[in-house]
């Protein structure tokens, strides 16, 4: 964590702006904290956050958030594969009018292994949420501090804040940044991860996309099925109308699924439209205009 430290004030002190550093103790027990208390007694800008246990990276982010008193934060690994001095070139992306710059990892220094599954999970997570970057996971990003303020994280969102913020109507970007072999601690990423990250994609995905409006999802899977039902339905009336006998055809019971189960997809649509409408009525005028709102020229 020294190292660490000692690199950011490499790349941050030449720039001449205060920064303070807030160190996220996820619950370790190698003796990271007392390191990091060490480091917090030497050094007058840095912060620590230990955490009870280790609650994943999503909670350890939203702690250090929470936690950060500046305009501009920056997050970065604690396993010092990123490299502390491209802070500078995230932070002057930020003042070409972005809100959060995102690292791009082009020339990643990890095993095969890794490298892979993420370029198959970042371009299905670009195709589905429809922000496409290059490396959604990358630990090293530059926000405003309006960008990550009261975002919710949990599980593994962390890795779709760049998709939460673009859903928000935040600019977001990204720059290739230098990456270096592991040299610190151990990787403790597997399929498994891939797999929840997946999912949440979907949660964020809908959030993002649906949430104002779910009857345009639950109620077009619901008309697209109901449809198909009664184009069967109607098919075999016909055939049943010729004298063709129809009660033993599987088809008319899958007739019948399709018709029913549409039905329940356009009633679960109203039901979240009505309960949407509720929220937004118990939001204020001003808390929607900060939310939406990005600046007012008068």
């Given amino acids: 964590m020294a190292l660490l430290h000692d690199e950011l004030a490499a790349a941050l002190d030449p720039l001449g702006r205060p920064w303070e550093a807030v160190f996220v103790d996820d619950g370790s027990g190698d003796g990271t904290f007392g390191a990091l208390t ?18 994943g990276k999503a909670a350890a982010l939203d702690a250090g958030f929470a936690e950060a008193s500046g305009e501009v934060i920056v997050t970065i690994d604690g396993d010092l594969q990123d490299d502390p001095a491209e802070i500078p070139r995230l932070l002057a992306k930020l003042d070409e009018g972005y809100d959060l710059v995102s690292g791009w990892k082009a020339k990643r220094r990890d095993p095969i292994t890794r490298r892979v599954p993420s370029k198959l999970f970042n371009g299905v997570a670009g195709r589905v949420s429809g922000l496409r970057l290059h490396d959604m996971n990358c630990g090293l990003k530059a926000y405003r501090a309006d960008v990550v303020r009261g975002m919710q994280l949990y599980g593994e969102l962390h890795r779709y804040i760049p998709v939460l913020a673009h859903y928000r109507g935040y600019r977001v970007t990204e720059i290739p940044v230098n990456h270096r072999p592991r040299e610190h601690g151990r990787s403790r990423y597997g399929v498994e991860r891939y797999v929840r990250g997946f999912l949440d994609l979907l949660t964020v995905t809908f959030m993002g996309r649906y949430r104002h409006r779910p009857l345009h999802l639950f109620g077009g899977v619901g008309l697209l099925t109901s449809v198909l039902g009664v184009a069967i339905l109607v098919y075999l009336t016909v055939l049943k109308l010729a004298g063709q006998a129809i009660g033993h055809r599987p ?48």
């Fill in 38 to 55: 060490r480091l917090h007694a030497a050094h007058e800008n840095v912060r620590v956050v230990r955490l009870r246990r280790n609650f």
């Fill in 251 to 298: 088809l008319l019971t899958l007739g019948v699924l399709l018709v029913v189960v549409g039905i329940q997809f356009l009633s679960l649509g109203l039901l979240s439209e009505l309960l949407t409408s509720q929220h937004e009525e118990r939001v204020s005028s001003a808390d929607r205009k900060e939310r939406l709102v990005d600046e007012v020229l008068r």
